[in-house]
């Protein structure tokens, strides 16, 4: 079994910054994408930024220039490093990767969630 926990949630003034950490455990084989979306109260979940096992990110235009995610592929690990916080950054923010097991097939996993709150 794969799991992804998250850590680095918290409450924070705009301005601030806080960086998110997920790391993977498990089984596992091999990590391709990893990635972290954010869900605010009555929205849909959607992605903040993705960064592939070569490197490549991609981040939603909203956090473009603020937000910095890396990875560690060692540690299989996730990093999402945010700048300059604003109020509407307010989620409940999730780790999500897509895992080769050891006994092969490719997963798509959740962390359970870690929440922000940026105040004005």
């Known amino acids: 079994q794969v799991q992804l926990v998250e850590s680095g949630g918290g409450l924070v003034q705009a301005g601030e910054s806080l960086r998110l950490s997920c790391a993977a455990s498990?089984?596992?084989?091999?990590?391709?994408?990893m990635a972290w979306y954010w869900q605010a109260p009555g929205k849909q979940r959607e992605l903040v930024a993705g960064?592939?096992?070569?490197?490549?990110?991609n981040y939603a235009d909203s956090v473009k220039g603020r937000f910095t995610i890396s990875r560690d592929n060692a540690k299989n690990t996730v990093y999402l490093q945010m700048n300059s916080l604003k109020p509407e950054d307010t989620a409940v923010y999730y780790c999500?990767?897509?895992?080769?097991?050891?006994?092969?097939?490719?997963?798509?996993?959740w962390g359970q969630g870690t929440q922000v709150t940026v105040s004005s």
């Open positions: 999500n990767a897509d895992v080769r097991k050891v006994l092969g097939g490719w997963f798509n996993v």
């Open positions: 960064i592939t096992n070569r490197g490549n990110t």
């Open positions: 498990g089984s596992i084989f091999d990590i391709n994408v």
